[in-house]
């Protein structure tokens, strides 16, 4: 019966993997209920239906989610055994509406205070559904978190959250004003005093490109380059109904921990006038996270959008449509 557990404990394997390696994992599985059982008996018994049960799993249907999110009650997006976080009430909602446990993937793993309004994941799922009754039951049961899945996707079995990302969008909010900000606390970084745009706008152009952001990238970053591209980052001027805002809209491929927080805190001095565009130049020519400017607040950080080569979320003829 060792070989049984063995070949249960496998099947475990085969229903989480859904690597390019899955096939592999699939036919060790068979090969070792040939070659370990030694009962013809418990063969016919065990082997036949457990073929059925990795051939299930091969074909589970995977699904894209955008999530939205307030990152205020949260420690982050990534699950953590001792704390709140937006990707285990996202698993634990599916738990309610499909045997688990799951692990789901997401595009950008964000920090713990830091919003979303177009994170996107992805899950597998045992049998499938129409998407919109799927986003329906999943915003039933994060009921009270402070999240909503807008939209919901089939996608291919190789399609990935992160992987198949071919650009990622941040947006922060800042806001100057003088008295506390109340109704949009927590949403927005406040400064007391006015910023000049035009001077942030000269000195973004230092940063757009290539470059090593050693200086801007947390000490704790894992990514095993400092090297990244900045595709762009627009400036702009927003009437909030609390006060003047700027607004920062960041878009690279991929960013390192703490980079875009980095970017926003160096280039609100340079509006504020205690840093010039050569300070800018000086620091991210200096390699060195001592030569960054302040860190801003995670709190007017969100992930606002993230692009694929198809976006999965575009309306089709054979999506899922709202019944009347």
Same mark, same amino acid.
């Given at each position: 019966?060792?070989?049984?557990?063995?070949?249960?404990?496998?099947?475990?394997?085969?229903?989480?993997?859904?690597?390019?390696? &899955?096939?592999?994992?699939? %036919?060790?599985?068979? $090969?070792?209920?040939?070659?370990?059982?030694?009962?013809?008996?418990?063969? &016919?018994? @065990?082997?036949?239906?457990?073929?059925?049960?990795?051939?299930?799993?091969?074909?589970?249907?995977?699904?894209?989610?955008?999530?939205?999110?307030?990152?205020? /009650?949260?420690?982050?997006?990534?699950?953590?055994?001792?704390? $709140?976080?937006?990707? &285990?009430?996202?698993?634990?909602?599916?738990?309610?509406?499909?045997?688990?446990?799951?692990?789901?993937?997401?595009?950008?793993?964000?920090?713990? &205070?830091?919003? @979303?309004?177009?994170?996107?994941?992805?899950?597998?799922?045992?049998?499938?559904?129409?998407?919109?009754? *799927? #986003?329906?039951?999943?915003?039933?049961?994060?009921?009270?978190?402070?999240?909503?899945?807008?939209?919901?996707?089939?996608?291919?079995?190789?399609?990935?959250?992160?992987?198949?990302?071919?650009? =990622?969008?941040?947006?922060?909010?800042?806001?100057?004003?003088?008295?506390?900000?109340?109704?949009?606390?927590?949403?927005?970084?406040?400064?007391?005093?006015? *910023?000049?745009?035009?001077?942030? =706008?000269?000195?973004?152009?230092?940063?757009?490109?290539?470059?090593?952001?050693?200086?801007?990238? #947390?000490?704790?970053?894992?990514?095993?380059?400092?090297?990244?591209?900045?595709?762009?980052?627009?400036?702009?001027?927003?009437?909030?109904?609390?006060?003047?805002?700027?607004?920062?809209?960041? $878009?690279?491929?991929?960013?390192?921990?703490?980079?875009?927080?980095?970017?926003?805190?160096?280039?609100?001095?340079?509006?504020?006038?205690?840093?010039?565009?050569?300070?800018?130049?000086?620091?991210?020519?200096?390699?060195?996270?001592?030569?960054?400017?302040?860190?801003?607040?995670?709190?007017? *950080?969100?992930?606002?959008?993230?692009?694929? %080569?198809?976006?999965?979320?575009?309306?089709?003829?054979?999506?899922?449509? $709202? /019944?009347?």
């Amino acid at each position: 019966m060792s070989s049984v557990i063995r070949l249960v404990c496998l099947a475990v394997a085969a229903r989480h993997n859904r690597s390019q390696s &899955g096939q592999t994992v699939f %036919e060790l599985c068979r $090969r070792s209920a040939e070659h370990n059982l030694d009962s013809k008996r418990l063969r &016919g018994l @065990a082997v036949f239906p457990f073929w059925l049960f990795c051939l299930k799993c091969q074909n589970m249907p995977r699904f894209a989610l955008k999530i939205e999110y307030h990152g205020a /009650p949260f420690s982050g997006w990534q699950r953590q055994n001792d704390r $709140r976080s937006v990707q &285990g009430a996202v698993e634990a909602a599916l738990a309610k509406i499909a045997m688990g446990p799951h692990q789901i993937g997401a595009a950008g793993r964000t920090d713990a &205070g830091v919003h @979303a309004t177009g994170q996107v994941a992805h899950c597998d799922l045992t049998r499938d559904w129409a998407p919109f009754r *799927l #986003s329906e039951a999943l915003n039933f049961h994060l009921k009270p978190n402070p999240i909503a899945i807008l939209d919901v996707a089939r996608v291919d079995d190789e399609w990935h959250s992160r992987f198949s990302a071919t650009q =990622r969008q941040y947006h922060f909010r800042l806001l100057m004003r003088r008295a506390p900000a109340t109704h949009v606390a927590g949403l927005v970084w406040q400064v007391k005093t006015g *910023l000049d745009l035009a001077a942030m =706008r000269d000195a973004v152009k230092v940063l757009i490109g290539t470059h090593d952001f050693t200086t801007f990238r #947390s000490t704790i970053c894992q990514s095993k380059s400092p090297v990244k591209t900045l595709d762009s980052i627009e400036i702009s001027a927003v009437d909030g109904s609390s006060g003047p805002e700027v607004h920062f809209d960041v $878009r690279a491929r991929s960013f390192l921990h703490n980079q875009v927080r980095s970017l926003v805190g160096t280039l609100e001095r340079v509006g504020a006038g205690s840093w010039g565009t050569d300070d800018v130049r000086r620091a991210l020519e200096a390699r060195d996270r001592a030569a960054c400017g302040p860190v801003c607040p995670p709190y007017g *950080l969100y992930l606002a959008g993230v692009s694929y %080569e198809v976006d999965p979320f575009a309306p089709s003829e054979t999506a899922s449509k $709202r /019944p009347a």
